[in-house]
């Protein structure tokens, strides 16, 4: 059974994210959730900056604290997935984006992984003493949508996003108590303790 484990982006990750980006530019896939991993692709020591004043910023209209893992495999020490969770929400992310975003590499897909991520994503939010999570998801990304549902996500909205994706937006919102105790038996085996 794999197990995972997350782990803070730093300078030895490098060569990891350069090639984990380059898989999704492959195969025309887009990404989410690594807290915009891909605007700083000629720049890995920019992002980490980025990532670093993050974790440190206050709740603005303009900001919110948020904090980036990287989502490795312990058998091959390989990032499979990101995940990006906001510890606040201003009203901008109230309306699009929510607490967490996350993605799994293409190659690695269909193999429930996501699932896992979103579970562990859920006992940092609970650490942070976060009792509901808002996410969305476009419409048409049926994989995120049924992610979202395994952990718990109830639908509470769905509307047409007009300004940046052009397209149905689902709102979901998960209980992050109740969520991790249903899935705690599903979900605690595969995670890492190294």
């Known amino acids: 059974m794999e197990k995972f484990r997350y782990v803070k982006p730093s300078k030895e990750w490098e060569e990891q994210t350069i090639d984990f980006i ?84 293409p190659t690695e897909r269909r193999k429930g992984y996501n699932k896992i991520n979103l579970y562990m994503g859920l006992l940092y939010c609970q650490e942070h003493g976060i009792k509901e999570v808002m996410l969305d998801c476009e419409k048409d990304n049926v994989a995120s949508a049924k992610t979202i549902l395994a952990l718990g996500g109830k639908l509470i909205k769905e509307w047409y996003e007009d300004d940046i994706y052009h397209c149905i937006i689902q709102d979901y919102v998960i209980d992050v108590d109740k969520s991790i105790e249903q899935n705690k038996s599903v979900y605690e085996k595969f995670i890492s303790r190294r």
């Not at 989410?32 to 890995?44: K, P, R």
């Not at 440190?56 to 980036?68: G, I, N, S, W, Y």
């Not at 309306?95 to 975003?101: A, C, D, Q």
Request: proline share 1%.
């Open 22 to 105: 380059h898989e999704f530019e492959e195969m025309n896939s887009s990404i989410d959730g690594t807290n915009q991993l891909h605007n700083y692709f000629d720049s890995y020591d920019d992002w980490l900056d980025k990532i670093e004043h993050d974790r440190m910023k206050t709740l603005t209209e303009d900001a919110v604290p948020a904090e980036t893992f990287f989502f490795v495999r312990d058998s091959d020490n390989k990032m499979v997935g990101m995940i990006n969770v906001r510890l606040a929400l201003n009203e901008k992310l109230k309306r699009l984006g929510g607490h967490i975003g996350y993605c799994i590499r």
